[in-house]
Nanobody, 124 residues
Framework: QVQLESGGGLVQPGGSLRLSCATS????????VLWLRQADGRAREGVAC????????DYLDSVKGRFTVSRDNAKNTVYLQMSSLKIEDTGRYYC??????????????????WGQGTQVTIFP
């Protein structure tokens, strides 16, 4: 499978961004997609995941109520709408896919390769 991330940028605290993950090679409904991020000096962390089949979702606690993950299966694209952004949301955001059913895991270790990522910088 291939993922291509886009939509990052530089915004002030409280701002919003929408990231896109264009996928190919995923056979529905057997895949999850994870949004993960990595900031300088920190480990990668799963931010949000979605089951492309049944649409079930999970979020990192610190982004609940602020981030929304969604998918458009017709366009083979997964989105991450980010609102009320905080400085600590700064990082490079990636999407990754894994085959499976049921609840999607948030651990990046459960997923395969990710794309080049897109940089999100929250700057006052």
């Amino acid at each position: 499978q291939v993922q291509l991330e886009s939509g990052g940028g530089l915004v002030q605290p409280g701002g919003s961004l929408r990231l896109s993950c264009a996928t190919s090679g995923l056979s529905l409904p057997d895949y999850y997609v994870l949004w993960l991020r990595q900031a300088d000096g920190r480990a990668r962390e799963g931010v949000a995941c979605i089951n492309l089949g049944d649409g079930s979702i999970d979020y990192l606690d610190s982004v609940k109520g602020r981030f929304t993950v969604s998918r458009d299966n017709a366009k083979n694209t997964v989105y991450l709408q980010m609102s009320s952004l905080k400085i600590e949301d700064t990082g490079r955001y990636y999407c990754a896919a894994a085959r499976g059913g049921g609840s999607c895991p948030l651990s990046p270790l459960s997923y395969g390769d990710w794309g080049q990522g897109t940089q999100v910088t929250i700057f006052p």
